[in-house]
């Protein structure tokens, strides 16, 4: 293929993230995109836990019970000659780190926001991640068919609470029951909605803004209303300007409900027109030195952001998802872990609609590919061409946390215990949990951000590997991961710590505190030692702590 003809495919492609508080609508948004984009042909109910339809992201038995999203899920849809990579996020906190993971591997974000409750706190912390990533970011306030906050309300609240700039793209007319549509200020007509349904209707009605008459006759006040704030907003507010909004400095803003269908066509095609392409990413060399390569190389190259264990429960799989940064990928290629410089050969490597999966012929930058693994590839790990040498470097970015609860496990039947081994590894491996191995022997001990994902490892555990386990309580309250270059200093370290030390799944060396006051004794004690709250994949650490 020629350069002109892949840079061409570069440009068609649209990578994003939906993220948000829990409950805001994001996942019942991500379901109407597909609806609209021709993907499916009924949108599941994310709450209806009862019914025979569950949302087309939530795929886990836990997710359908519960209602919510406990793992990232990646969709890719074509929508006016654009492939759109779309990655549905859990909003949940507990879940946070797997939402960070998955921000490394997109080129925009669409933030949800509930037009009751405004700016929630997992608001804010996501949006402080993509900001601290450049990631540009479109907003879509929620809920627009109930009570909630006055539209000019809530943009003050995302310009305060955020610091960005907020550009209305649509205007709500009229609130909760009084609904009746929205405005278009990008093509300048009115689009009417009836109260949604799951299945997607025929075209909806829209009338030009130039029928002013005709708007002012059906809506009324409504109508004169948003009318009169559009005139003022457009007096008052920033322009769109698309270099300030790629560089995450600018927000465009979209009102509607996406349960009723309203407001999501005209975030579907802003998604085409509006969020940017594939970008050019940073590999960190051997020395120390980093450099770009841009999408449009010749050489495939991606970074695996994801390990899903048992996407297929019947036959025990495992998925590593790979966000094509590079090249091109073709069927049949071998490729090369730089981490180890083991090869692959796939056999299976499919693009996803959830749970569903089709064979790839070939895949461009933005895309997103995962193919089934039985070892030897771990979060973080850079995938290269296997032509490509082994200075290649790796791709930087992908944030592991430091713990900040602990339990242990105990088997309930100890028959099970290779059972539960399995278990562990392949869970710690796809960033589900954080295991760690002590030492000096023991039980092994699990290390969670939030109370939830304990209870998810619990129930997986039970459901997918047949480990019934009890979780108990630990001295241990947070986790420091430990490098040090003066090989003396650090053997005297092991040697005093032996009992708080062990190692992750990426068999890094971590430090298991009991209290703030343990960590800083420890850290006075040994002052070669760097203790670090943050890491990046194989152990390189991003800083160390205060």
Not at 27 to 42: V, W
Not at 174 to 199: P, S, T, Y
Not at 320 to 334: E, P, T
């Amino acid at each position: 293929m020629s350069l002109s003809s892949h840079a061409t495919e570069v440009r068609r492609r649209r990578t994003f993230a939906i993220i948000s508080h829990p409950d805001a609508g994001k996942t019942t948004l991500t379901e109407k995109l597909l609806l609209f984009s021709g993907a499916i042909h009924i949108a599941g109910s994310v709450k209806a836990r009862k019914a025979s339809r569950h949302a087309t992201s939530d795929w886990m038995e836990i997710e359908k019970q519960r209602g919510i999203s406990v793992a990232s899920s990646v969709m890719q849809m074509l929508y006016r000659d654009c492939v759109i990579n779309l990655l549905d996020t859990p909003g949940h906190k507990d879940f946070s780190e797997d939402t960070y993971r998955v921000l490394t591997a997109v080129d925009s974000a669409l933030m949800v926001i509930d037009a009751a409750n405004g700016v929630e706190p997992q608001t804010r912390r996501l949006i402080e991640v993509c900001r601290q990533r450049g990631t540009p970011i479109m907003t879509f306030v929620n809920k627009m068919d109930r009570e909630g906050k006055e539209p000019l309300e809530l943009l003050d609240e995302i310009e305060q609470e955020l610091g960005m700039p907020c550009v209305p793209m649509t205007w709500p007319v009229g609130q909760g029951k009084a609904f009746g549509g929205i405005v278009d200020l990008r093509r300048r007509h009115m689009r009417l909605f009836k109260a949604g349904a799951d299945k997607r209707g025929g075209d909806d009605e829209t009338v030009p803004l130039s029928e002013r008459a005709t708007l002012l006759q059906r809506f009324g006040h409504d109508y004169e209303h948003a009318e009169q704030t559009v005139e003022l907003l457009q007096g008052a507010a920033p322009s769109f300007d698309e270099a300030a909004f790629v560089a995450a400095r600018q927000t465009p803003v979209f009102f509607g409900s996406g349960v009723n269908n309203f407001g999501v066509q005209e975030v579907l095609d802003a998604l085409v027109d509006l969020a940017p392409p594939p970008a050019a990413r940073h590999v960190s060399l051997a020395d120390g030195s980093d450099r770009e390569i841009a999408p449009a190389s010749e050489g495939f190259s991606g970074v695996v952001f994801k390990v899903q264990a048992n996407m297929d429960p019947s036959h025990r799989d495992r998925i590593a998802f790979v966000r094509v940064n590079s090249g091109r990928y073709g069927q049949g290629m071998k490729l090369r872990v730089q981490r180890t410089a083991k090869e692959l050969r796939p056999t299976s490597v499919v693009t996803f609609l959830s749970q569903r999966r089709e064979s790839v012929e070939e895949a461009y930058a933005g895309d997103i590919i995962g193919f089934t693994t039985h070892g030897g590839v771990q979060l973080g790990d850079t995938l290269t061409d296997g032509d490509a040498p082994l200075a290649f470097g790796s791709y930087t970015g992908l944030p592991f946390f430091a713990p900040e609860l602990f339990q242990t496990v105990e088997l309930a039947n100890p028959m099970k215990s290779k059972q539960l081994q399995q278990g562990l590894l392949q869970l710690g491996e796809e960033g589900a949990i954080q295991v760690f191995r002590p030492t000096t022997g023991g039980a092994m001990l699990l290390g969670a951000i939030g109370q939830l994902q304990f209870e998810v490892v619990q129930h997986r555990l039970k459901a997918e590997y047949s480990a019934d386990v009890r979780l108990g309580a630990s001295r241990f309250t947070g986790a420091r991961w430990v490098t040090c270059d003066d090989d003396a200093a650090m053997r005297k370290f092991t040697d005093e710590a032996a009992s708080k030390l062990a190692r992750d799944a990426a068999d890094t060396l971590a430090y298991l505190m009991t209290s703030p006051y343990d960590l800083r004794l420890t850290q006075e004690r040994h002052p070669a030692v760097v203790f670090h709250p943050l890491r990046e994949h194989a152990g390189l650490a991003l800083q160390p702590s205060a």
